[in-house]
């Protein structure tokens, strides 16, 4: 089946510092990709989501200068966390989608855990 | 707007026997309904899926669920659980028609005692 791959897996950061993930689609082209936040024992909440070669869409309360998206191919995304804070320590996870409906399965990265101390 | 409802934050149940975890749903138009498993530090895997086809879903290990809307209930069962479906489960629905993300359940912790 469809992969999709995160890197780092886990990174620890001092405050302040700014953090990248990359989200990779490894076998397909992903039409969105989506990024998502989990607290501990806590659902998914979705941060933005990311269409190749146009800005990415912020939920409500995410703040789009603090949560850099870059979509710079079909299988590339990238999260950076700027200016990082220990209230930004989450698990971040990101998901890749073929094609446009509804339908179309989501298929997720196995998660990225930033630790900010 | 669409969400879901998943009761109960831990399930426990025994080797062998039935698991059910449960999702209600609530939607404005008909919806797509997803089931996902997270094993500990690692993503999310799809188990199955509603697309308006048939109500009773089968999906991978076991897993089934059944789409009632009678009941805007989209429960998942398994009639024999293994110690290796321990992990957290998610209920999702599709936001509406079109290119849209997920929205997901609080999540069902599932233990299996030997």
């Known amino acids: 089946g469809a992969v999709v791959s995160q890197h780092p897996s886990w990174v620890i950061c001092k405050s302040g510092t700014s953090v990248k993930i990359e989200c990779r689609s490894l076998d397909f082209q992903a039409t969105t990709m989506f990024w998502y936040r989990q607290f501990p024992k806590q659902s998914l909440m979705l941060m933005a989501t990311?269409?190749?070669?146009?800005?990415?869409?912020?939920e409500q309360g995410v703040e789009k200068d603090k949560f850099l998206i870059n979509h710079a191919s079909l299988t590339l995304s990238t999260l950076t966390v700027t200016s990082a804070h220990p209230e930004d320590s989450s698990f971040y996870i990101c998901?890749?989608?073929?094609?446009?409906?509804?339908?179309?399965?989501?298929?997720f990265g196995p998660g990225t855990r930033l630790t900010v101390l | 707007a669409q969400s879901v409802t998943q009761l109960g934050s831990h399930v426990s149940v025994s080797e062998g026997a039935l698991v059910l975890l449960r999702c209600n749903y609530s939607?404005?138009?008909?919806?797509?309904l997803f089931w996902y498993v997270q094993y500990p530090n690692q993503g999310l895997q799809l188990l199955l899926k509603?697309?308006?086809?048939?109500?009773l879903v089968k999906g991978i290990n076991g897993f089934e669920a059944e789409f009632k809307k009678s009941e805007t209930s989209f429960h998942l069962t398994k009639p024999s659980a293994h110690m290796s479906d321990a992990a957290e489960y998610f209920c999702?629905?599709?936001?509406?028609?079109?290119?849209?993300?997920?929205?997901f359940g609080k999540g069902t912790r599932l233990s299996v005692i030997a």
């Open positions: 509603y697309t308006s086809a048939a109500t």
């Open positions: 939607s404005s138009v008909p919806p797509y």
């Open positions: 998901s890749a989608k073929v094609g446009a409906r509804s339908t179309d399965t989501q298929y």
């Open positions: 990311s269409n190749e070669g146009s800005k990415a869409t912020y």
């Open positions: 999702a629905v599709s936001r509406n028609s079109g290119n849209t993300p997920l929205v």
